[in-house]
């Protein structure tokens, strides 16, 4: 036993040396594609070491390549080798030309370990060429055949043209394309099989669909007696091998295309068009039936039109409006009585095309148009976008806002630390004393833009994180406050804490941000001073913070509007205050992260008021 065990061993290392030496690279893969052997040479062609790959799936393999990837695979699933020149990544993004030479590992028992790769540089420019070359014929018919299937809106006539299409792309002996209703498939098209076989009815489970659904995959080989007696299929002489993929629509599975094959071998290349011919049937399906759904339920248009949030008009062919929504009365200010008969109070891109333009209201439309061919109506849907061009126009303010903003404290840094540096002998010591102070000034306001940067980021992208504790908010109101009171003469700061205020169940770090953004907008934008009073008491339950301060107030509209990114209430005269916009968005983020809320309010007699509301410890 131990003698056996030691040639074992001796084997086991003996093939562990022949991968690691090999001049080419080998990469092997489990089931589920992720990389289990990666050697020394497959590190020098790809770039990645075996750390970084081993355990995941290869980023080796381009999008526009992985159905011949999968349809190698599933091609010798069973068995064999196959080798293709293609292309694949090295790390640093650049393709190489490769020869692959693959095959299935499977263990003891017959059962699938997985693939794997010896991948050969290729010299030969022809033969890398000549692969190219024919993989773009394939693709360019390829795109002929779906342009005209996207062309056709019967539904019947363009299943009809992807089993057509599908026999003259694999050479397939016949093929069909069947329908997944409910628990069953039904056989909806065919070629190259007789018509009286249409509308045949299998069981999904237990069909060949079904396992291909089970498994997970998008294309399948099936050979052998036992898996090919398909009701279906089973009238086709000297059936040996069936080929299917999934074609799915609104992301659902729709139905399988089938290639079978009783003359000719069925290779990778097959498998790999069957693959992404059942993709694109999904899309013209998806077209097809949406037409046809458009038709079957012309009675019931005009609900379906009005109750849409999109704004949709119908011109006849002379351009003029016969319909109009009331989601296009609202968007355009126009109503139905006053538009119908004249043409659209906005123009009308080519039918196929979008156009984005603004209204006189400001407000931002982006408008498609489609053509009804079989009446030459246009079909207008349009939709208020005017929120993106607001964000849009934002980022650009904001871009602009923040090189302002860091520009002065740098070119004030600069200008002093020049000073210091050439006429440190000629200044006194009150003199650099008093540089340094404004250096070390500057300084800190470009580290709080910077951590505002940072927030703003986070906050944008769901990232804050808080630790809910219990602390004590009437010490740290105390302690926020105090940091204020010395930063203007004109401000008077009070704070009025509620005697046995609770303790509060929150994060002390994002409390005291919130805290100091507060009072540096209410010191901020009440320019003229004046008293910022602060207070906190209990309120039903909760624990309530207001900032009150006497300055220029919010404008109507603009209470909820200040708490987005790059938004400053005072959007009319952002240079008298300037900021980021993102100080009031990281309030918010912050009090939502610990689950209480921050608002704005106008006060009595001018100014605003700010409400942070917390949730006592428990």
């Known amino acids: 036993m131990g003698h056996d065990q030691s040639d074992h061993e001796r084997r086991d290392a003996n093939i562990r040396a022949v991968v690691e030496c090999a001049a080419d690279a080998i990469v092997a893969v489990d089931p589920q594609f992720r990389v289990t052997v990666w050697n020394p040479a497959a590190e020098r062609m790809f770039g990645w070491p075996a750390a970084d790959v081993l355990g995941r799936v290869p980023p080796i393999v381009p999008d526009e390549l992985q159905a011949e990837q999968n349809a190698v695979l599933e091609r010798i699933r069973e068995g064999g080798q196959i080798s293709i020149a293609t292309r694949r990544f090295q790390r640093d993004g650049r393709l190489i030309d490769v020869r692959i030479d693959t095959s299935v590992l499977h263990d003891g028992d017959g059962r699938l370990l997985g693939w794997v790769g010896v991948y050969h540089p290729v010299d030969e420019a022809d033969l890398a060429q000549h ?45 069909g394309f069947v329908r997944i209703t409910g628990d069953s498939l039904e056989l909806v098209s065919l070629s190259g099989l007789p018509d009286r076989m249409r509308g045949t009815v299998a069981d999904l489970r237990s069909s060949l669909v079904g396992e291909l659904l089970r498994s997970g995959k998008t294309v399948m080989l099936a050979t052998g007696e036992r898996r090919l007696g398909d009701l279906i299929w089973s009238e086709l002489p000297g059936l040996h091998t069936i080929a299917l993929g999934l074609s799915y629509l609104q992301n659902r599975p729709y139905g399988a295309l089938y290639a079978l094959f009783s003359d000719r071998k069925v290779g990778h290349t097959e498998l790999e068009l069957l693959e992404l011919l059942a993709g694109h049937a999904g899309v013209a399906v998806g077209n097809a039936v949406a037409y046809a759904d458009a038709v079957r339920q012309r009675a019931h248009e005009r609900a379906v039109i009005d109750s849409s949030a999109d704004g949709i008009a119908v011109l006849d062919p002379s351009g003029v409006v016969r319909q109009w929504n009331p989601a296009a009365a609202r968007l355009t200010g126009v109503a139905a009585e006053e538009v119908i008969g004249s043409p659209p109070p906005f123009e009308i891109p080519a039918p196929g095309r979008t156009l984005t333009l603004r209204l006189p209201s400001r407000i931002w439309l982006n408008v498609l148009c489609a053509e009804v061919e079989e009446t030459g109506e246009l079909v207008v849907d349009f939709r208020d976008v005017t929120e993106a061009k607001d964000l849009e126009e934002a980022k650009d303010l904001f871009l602009a806002t923040t090189s302002h903003e860091l520009r002065t404290p740098i070119t004030v840094v600069q200008g002093f630390a ?5 006429r440190w002998d000629k200044l006194t010591d009150a003199d650099r004393r008093a540089a340094v102070e404004t250096i070390a000034e500057r300084a800190q306001a470009l580290g709080r833009l910077v951590e505002h940067l940072l927030l703003g980021s986070r906050a944008g992208a769901g990232e804050l994180k808080v630790t809910i504790e219990t602390f004590d908010l009437g010490r740290l109101l105390e302690s926020a406050v105090a940091g204020f009171r010395s930063l203007s003469e004109l401000h008077d700061v009070r704070l009025e804490v509620a005697p046995d205020l609770p303790l509060v169940g929150g994060d002390r770090m994002a409390t005291d941000i919130i805290l100091g953004q507060l009072l540096e907008n209410a010191i901020k934008y009440s320019p003229d001073g004046g008293t910022v009073a602060v207070r906190a008491r209990e309120e039903d339950g909760d624990l309530v913070v207001t900032v009150s301060d006497e300055g220029v107030g919010i404008a109507s509209g603009d209470h909820e509007r200040i708490f987005e990114r790059f938004v400053q209430g005072d959007a009319g005269d952002r240079r008298r205050f300037g900021g980021i916009g993102l100080g009031l968005y990281i309030v918010k983020r912050l009090a939502e992260a610990q689950h209480g809320d921050v608002s704005a309010h106008s006060r009595a007699g001018g100014g605003t008021t700010m409400r942070l509301v917390l949730r006592p410890a428990q």
């Open 131 to 175: 692969h190219m070359a024919e993989r773009a014929r394939l693709v360019r018919r390829l795109n002929d055949i779906v342009a005209d299937l996207n062309a056709e809106l019967d539904l019947a006539v363009v299943l009809d043209r992807i089993t057509t299409a599908l026999i003259e792309l694999t050479g397939a002996d016949a093929g």
């Open 418 to 422: 020049s000073t210091l540096v050439n």
